[in-house]
Each structure stands twice: as C-alpha cells, then as structure tokens.
C-alpha cells in the first residue's frame, strides 16, 4: 500500500513573483510585495524560488506568464488591474491562456455596489469587471475591484495594502508543504575568519541553506548574520549550536539570534 | 553620406538587473539595489527593462545570464561575492562565459593592502581575488573586494553602499542613449474618473509612456498621479499641459507636481 500521504508531505511547492510595472522598472515605485509574498508564502509552506520584474507591455506579460506558469506550482501577479490604458494584466493573462476577456456579472456587482452617484461605473471602471473566461474570483475588501485566479496564476493589485488583503484570502485554494524555518545568528567576527568553518558546517548539514550575511556597523566594528533554514526545527538546534561552538572556538560572541 | 551620430543618438540601451541571493527570495531582506541602478542607468541614458530575483543555484545563475546578456545592451547583477561557501557568482559567471575562474593579481594586491594581521588575507578572503579569466576589476573604495566586468555583465555587491560605490565608478565603461525624462502630476481625482480622457492623451502622445498610479490617503480622499516618461522635455510640457487642462475640465486641482 502506497503511503499517499508521506509522498504528499515530502513535495516542496515553488511560486513565482511575477512584478508589473514601468514604475517599479522606473525605479519610481520601490516594491513593497516581494518580502511579504514570501514570507506569508513559506508560512503555508509554499518556496517563492523566483522573481520577475517586467514592463507593462502585453507580448512581454504573455511570455513571461507563460514561461513561469510551466515551471512553478504557483504564479503570482502584481499591478496593471486597475481602470486605466497602462492596466493591461488581465487581458495579457487571458492572451497566455488563450481565452477571451470577459464581464464577470459578480465583479460587475461588486463595483456597482460601491460606485455611487459620485463615482459612477463608467466604461473605464468596468474594465476592472473583465476577467479570463473560467477565471474565479479574488476578494478585494479595500477597493472592490476584484483579482482573479485561472489555473494557478493569481493576479493580485500592486498597492501592497490591497495586495495582501487579496492573498489573505486566498487561505484554502493553496496548498502547501512544509514550512521552511529560519534561525539567525549574528556574531561581531568578519566574515572571512568564519568562512572557512562554515563551509564545513554547510558540508555536514547538506540539507540545509546556510547563508552568511556581513552586517555594515561602521561604529561598532565587523558582525555577520548566519542564517541556517530548513524544513526541520531540531536540525537548526543541533546545526546552530554547532554554529554558535564555532563562532567561540574564533573568540567571537553572539550578538543576536531570533528564530523566525 | 550616412549620419551616423544620428543613428547612434537614437539608438536605446537596456539593462537588466539580476539580483541573486536567498535572502531576497525568502523576504528577509529586502532589496535596495533595483531602484537605485534605475535612477542612476537611465541619467546615463541606459533603461531597466527587466529584472530577475533568483536563487544562490550555479545552473541557475548560469542559465539566467547566459539569457539576459544574449537579449540586453547590459547586464548588471548584485549579491553573492563575498568570501563565504554562499557566494557563488563569479564562478557561476565564468561558467556561463565558458571559461576559468582565475585569481587575479592586482584585485589580490588590494586585498592584501587591505588585510593585516587582524584580517589575514586567509584562503577564505582570497576567494575574493578570483574571477572569470578576461574580466577586468570594478572598484570596490568601500572594502576593497573588487566586483569584475566580463563582455556586458557586470558584477557588483549586494550590500547597497558598496553596490553604489561601484556603479559610480563605471563611468566611461557605459554608453547610453537619451536620457528619459519624467514628468508627474498628482491631482484630487479618483483614477476612473479621469481614464477615458488620459487615454485619449496617450493615443495623441503614442511615442510617450503614460502611467497613471493612485495615491490612497485614506484622510484626504481620491488621488491620483499621472506619471509622463519620454526623451523630449518639449513633448512632456505640450503633453503635461493637455493634461493639467483635463484635470480641471473634470472639476480637479493639481496637487503636486514634479519633473525628474
């Protein structure tokens, strides 16, 4: 008998970020969805394993969405919903999946419920009503003005308060693995007098990611964060203390550890 | 005769950014690099057209670079080449180049210049003095460990401070274009309002990228800027007039307004 459910366990799940925006490109718009898509990303156990900043240019947002859609179990999208000519996503993504674009009766509904006399639902604000034929929904409690998911793309807004509002959401249509846990040890030794024994500490723990981060305090002298991750909290005690001996043995000391 | 001073002013120039590292990915640090280099590439006439956040993987770096290089005038990326087991881009580069990682005698002149007896110049720090066989060095005033230009990839830092000191001093090695200017102007306007009209200013204006991006102030009610990029200041102030006279025609007063 197959252990359906242990093979279930053991899957990693990938996303990518799929950021559209002349103005994150610009560099006029700093983005502000990455860190926070990622974070609440491995809190249900989902990797965001890429990025993608691209233009508001339709051939463009069709190729790229194709490209990551076949590679990822998830595919987000940022920006371009909203009513204006630049706002071109939803269109672009019923082009990668070669449907056409639609009026969604319930997205209709929903910005008529807001849209009163004093911003009526003019032929602009109903373009945020068009979806992808066989496209679901996304809450938006901000705004109204709805996302949409088909297959596994979701198309959420690039204002990070209504982006996060519309993945919170989200809750039940993704499936997750395990979460990745991280623990965070910063010691005031440079980052070359360790190197040397990191590296064996990454060699004997091969399953997880050990990075190492310099910390610039131009006062206080070198310090360099050490960020164990993996999947298995006891594997980060015994491999952090391993870490934290080391860090001793070159006659620094811990400055700060947090788990996270 | 052929003009080619013409032919070369008009030509554009593209750059994209790959910024390579986990902690981007997972969200535990947030990326400071992208905004920066877009500002400072497109005052030398050089635009942002793509960006990728991707994994500390070899194959993956190599693969990614390998594309980008072949589609872009440049190619910048940020992170991983510092002396810890995690920093592999310059032998991922070299491998994507097709050639040997060396070390290079003048950036291990600068290391040891830097290095004394508190920091010995270990095997460790010297990772730090190799690149790929053919690159030449990028200052690196901050804490010497050069970052290296092979054919159109650049090599910088992920820290921000020293990623910027080094873009500084590429000076002569990037040839640029026109510079895009950019003209905003915010008005109390909610974004449907306005989107008809703005997209009749667009088909008049095609060879400028008009953005529109609404401003929540959940005080002050709707706004809404306008966001005018193009090379010619004398088409951004026909174009900005156009679209100041629109905002009052709909009963809305310009906010603020501002050239970069």
Same sequence: chains 1, 2.
């Avoid at 509904?109 to 602009?124: G, K, Q, S, V």
């Avoid at 998911?149 to 809750?171: E, K, T, Y």
């Avoid at 909290?233 to 700060?256: C, F, N, Q, R, Y």
Wanted: with cysteine.
């Amino acid at each position: 008998m197959t252990d359906t459910s242990a093979a279930s366990s053991a899957k990693t799940y990938s996303a990518c970020l799929v950021i559209i925006g002349n103005e994150i490109l610009s560099g006029r718009t700093q983005d502000a969805n990455l860190a926070f898509l990622a974070k609440a990303l491995n809190d249900i156990g989902v990797q965001m394993t890429e990025a993608r900043v691209i233009p508001d240019i339709e051939d463009t947002i069709v190729a790229v969405v194709n490209e990551v859609r076949a590679k990822h179990d998830y595919v987000f999208t940022t920006g371009g919903i909203g009513p204006t000519h630049d706002d071109i996503t939803a269109q672009s993504v019923a082009k990668a999946f070669g449907v056409p674009l639609v009026l969604d009766a319930e997205a209709k509904r929903r910005l008529e419920a807001r849209h009163t006399n004093n911003l009526p639902l003019n032929e602009a604000r109903l373009r945020m009503a068009h979806v992808p034929e066989g496209a679901t929904l996304i809450d938006n409690p901000i705004s109204a003005a709805p996302g949409f998911q088909i297959g596994n793309v979701f198309v959420l807004a690039g204002v990070p308060a209504i982006a996060r509002a519309m993945f919170d959401g989200l809750g039940p249509r993704l499936a997750g693995g395990a979460r990745i846990e991280t623990r965070s040890i910063t010691c005031n030794l440079a980052e070359g007098a360790i190197a040397h024994d990191l590296t064996a500490i990454q060699a004997r723990w091969p399953s997880l990611s050990i990075g190492s981060y310099p910390v610039w305090r131009s006062e206080a002298g070198f310090a360099v964060s050490l960020v164990l991750r993996g999947p298995e909290k006891a594997e980060l005690e015994t491999a952090g203390s391993a870490v934290i001996a080391m860090i001793a043995d070159h006659g620094g000391i811990v400055i700060e550890e947090a788990w996270s």
